[in-house]
């Protein structure tokens, strides 16, 4: 137990984030994301300071175009660099803290358990969501720190991967989960040397001809242990 103390303590000193921003077209989709759940509970909380800027308030012209036709050729439309730009310049002059910016896309370096790990460690992230046929080669020149995709295959947008960025993110700020130990013994993490967590069980004891395996009936802790250990893969 004292180990575990003692590696919770590490990580709460190592952890800073402490400023989460998301640049979009889309702000609504992230209303109910950032009020329900242990997010909500951690952004109402001041755990984290999370915002969302609608990437339209930068748009071009009357009509506050963010997209155009591809030089070239081609089918779909491109997010132009001027309103990622601009949403990015103005969202610095709101705090002092230089952040770190990530486009979600699906050419991005994969998101894993260490990847959030990481970037957990940046004390200001802004999260830039793309959509349509992709985004101007100039916003990964000029304004981003590192791509990021959520899998190998496509979505109709970035909002979706920004949300599980910011989750991974925002549950592992110190005292938004209610119990120090669960971040200790979850899937992929250290504490079980990276393997997938073992099954866990609730009441009844017995449902539909399954029965809860004895070992966790019986309160020999060495024995829950070592079944746990044995059951990780």
Same mark, same amino acid.
């Given at each position: 137990?004292?180990?575990?103390?003692?590696?919770?303590?590490?990580?709460?000193?190592?952890?800073?984030?402490?400023?989460?921003?998301?640049?979009? #077209?889309?702000?609504?989709?992230?209303?109910?994301?950032?009020?329900?759940?242990?997010?909500?509970?951690?952004?109402?909380?001041?755990?984290?300071?999370?915002?969302?800027?609608?990437?339209?308030?930068?748009?071009?012209?009357?009509?506050?175009?963010?997209?155009?036709?591809?030089?070239?050729?081609?089918?779909?439309?491109?997010?132009?660099?001027?309103?990622?730009?601009?949403?990015?310049?103005?969202?610095?002059?709101?705090?002092?803290?230089?952040?770190?910016?990530?486009?979600?896309?699906?050419?991005?370096?994969?998101?894993?358990?260490?990847? #959030?790990?990481?970037?957990?460690?940046?004390?200001?992230?802004? #999260?830039?969501?793309?959509?349509?046929?992709?985004?101007?080669? !100039?916003?990964?020149?000029?304004?981003?720190?590192?791509?990021?995709?959520?899998?190998?295959?496509?979505?109709?947008?970035?909002?979706?991967?920004?949300?599980?960025?910011?989750?991974?993110?925002?549950?592992?700020?110190?005292?938004?989960?209610?119990?120090?130990?669960?971040?200790?013994?979850?899937?992929?993490?250290?504490? #079980?040397?990276?393997?997938?967590?073992?099954?866990?069980?609730?009441?009844? !004891?017995?449902?539909?001809?399954?029965?809860?395996?004895?070992?966790?009936?019986?309160?020999?802790?060495?024995?829950?242990?070592?079944?746990?250990?044995?059951? !990780?893969?």
């Amino acid at each position: 137990m004292l180990l575990k103390f003692i590696i919770n303590k590490i990580g709460e000193v190592l952890n800073l984030l402490n400023i989460l921003r998301i640049i979009t #077209i889309f702000p609504e989709l992230f209303d109910s994301f950032s009020n329900i759940g242990v997010v909500g509970k951690a952004i109402q909380a001041n755990k984290v300071s999370f915002g969302v800027q609608d990437l339209r308030d930068f748009g071009i012209g009357k009509h506050m175009s963010v997209d155009d036709t591809q030089y070239g050729g081609g089918p779909g439309m491109v997010m132009r660099p001027e309103p990622f730009y601009d949403a990015v310049e103005f969202l610095k002059n709101t705090h002092k803290e230089k952040p770190y910016i990530i486009l979600t896309s699906p050419k991005g370096n994969i998101l894993d358990s260490k990847k #959030i790990k990481q970037l957990s460690k940046k004390k200001c992230i802004y #999260i830039l969501c793309g959509r349509y046929e992709g985004v101007d080669q !100039r916003v990964q020149e000029l304004i981003i720190d590192e791509e990021i995709s959520v899998g190998n295959y496509i979505l109709s947008g970035g909002e979706i991967p920004a949300m599980v960025i910011a989750d991974s993110l925002i549950r592992k700020v110190p005292g938004v989960l209610g119990s120090s130990e669960s971040m200790l013994n979850e899937t992929f993490s250290e504490n #079980i040397f990276g393997k997938k967590k073992e099954p866990v069980y609730t009441k009844p !004891r017995a449902f539909k001809g399954l029965s809860v395996p004895e070992v966790l009936l019986e309160g020999n802790h060495k024995k829950i242990e070592d079944w746990r250990k044995k059951m !990780r893969k």
